[in-house]
């Protein structure tokens, strides 16, 4: 008795083979491989560090794994660099846990991408170190 015998005789079909659901008689199914999820698009942002707290909305909209953050920390290097350094080094953890990638681009500038994505590097592109972004 074969394993397609054994699965009809437990529902209960028998040997009657038109009995059987239509659905269980194809050779394959198709699955629809490229069916998107609606709503998850990946969204470019800006945003602007004037103030530690303002890295909130920023670290909120990476961990959701659909955002490129595109970073002006110019405000607050002027302002404070240790505020600065402090907000980078969050970025950069926040970052290192969703397996994402960051990049300093010039001098007031930063990328921040989910993990998906990778930035390119050569000479206009700085790592990120959070070691280096907490000393002082």
């Known amino acids: 008795m074969g394993i397609f015998s ?3 005789e437990r529902v209960g079909l028998g040997e009657n083979f038109e009995d059987f ?20 698009k990946v969204i470019v942002r800006p945003f602007l560090i004037e103030d ?3 890295i909130k909305p920023m ?7 659909y955002t490129i953050a595109l970073v002006n920390i110019k405000p607050l ?5 240790m ?14 846990a969703i397996e994402g990638d960051i990049a300093g681009f010039g001098e007031d500038w930063l990328v ?4 998906f994505a990778q930035i390119h590097r050569d000479k206009n592109t700085e790592n990120i170190d959070a070691a280096d972004a907490e000393q002082s």
């Open 6 to 8: 054994k699965i009809k």
């Open 21 to 40: 659901p239509e659905d269980f008689t194809s050779d394959y199914v198709q699955i629809d491989s490229e069916k998107k999820i609606p709503g998850k």
């Open 52 to 54: 530690f707290s303002d």
């Open 59 to 65: 670290l909120d909209a990476i961990r959701e794994g």
């Open 77 to 81: 290097k002027d302002k404070d660099i």
């Open 83 to 96: 505020e600065l350094k402090r907000a980078v080094g969050k970025l950069k953890k926040t970052c290192d």
């Open 112 to 115: 921040i991408t989910p993990s």
